[in-house]
């Protein structure tokens, strides 16, 4: 799961980096995130900000096997909670190939989630076709920090 993660935040943030100062995420390709702007810090935490509703991060990835990957954990900061986070697993981004995780709590401490992929029955039989999408809310104005992907 770490490859595959550290491969589609590889590919998704394409950043530039430069000594210790938050450097934009840049578009890369077909890679982008929608209704949010986003940085890196120099230790990997990437601090969005909402500014529409259904904000995500979006990556077009190569085929992967599923099965032995199913396990997408993550920290998070998000003073005000997150509503709903939404991972699609396949493309086009379909709601019967993702998983929804509710009400991430407000904290102001770094918290992990961690989100089986295969309490979606269709997991297993799906592979990840074209792309992989992470749905961080659906409300404008949030800040959300995140960091070990």
Same mark, same amino acid.
């Given at each position: ?9 590889? =590919?998704?943030?394409? *950043? !530039? $980096?430069?000594?210790?100062? /938050?450097?934009? @995420? ?30 995500? =991060?979006?990556?077009? *990835? !190569? $085929?992967?096997?599923?099965? /032995?990957?199913? @396990? ?35 904290? !102001? ?41």
């Amino acid at each position: 799961m770490k490859k595959l993660i550290f491969a589609f935040c590889s =590919v998704l943030l394409a *950043i !530039t $980096s430069n000594a210790a100062v /938050d450097v934009p @995420i840049t578009y890369h390709g077909f890679d982008y995130i929608y209704n949010m702007d986003g940085k890196e810090n120099v230790s990997g935490e990437y601090t969005f900000t909402t500014t529409g509703p259904d904000p995500y =991060v979006y990556s077009d *990835i !190569t $085929s992967v096997t599923t099965i /032995d990957h199913s @396990i997408y954990s993550f920290e998070y900061i998000a003073e005000e909670g997150i509503d709903a986070v939404q991972i699609f697993f396949s493309t086009p981004s379909i709601e019967e190939n993702s998983i929804f995780v509710y009400n991430l709590a407000p904290t !102001t401490t770094w918290k992990t989630v961690s989100i089986n992929l295969k309490n979606n029955p269709n997991w297993e039989s799906t592979p990840v076709q074209k792309g992989f999408r992470i749905d961080l809310g659906n409300i404008s104005g949030k800040l959300i920090k995140i960091r070990n992907v």
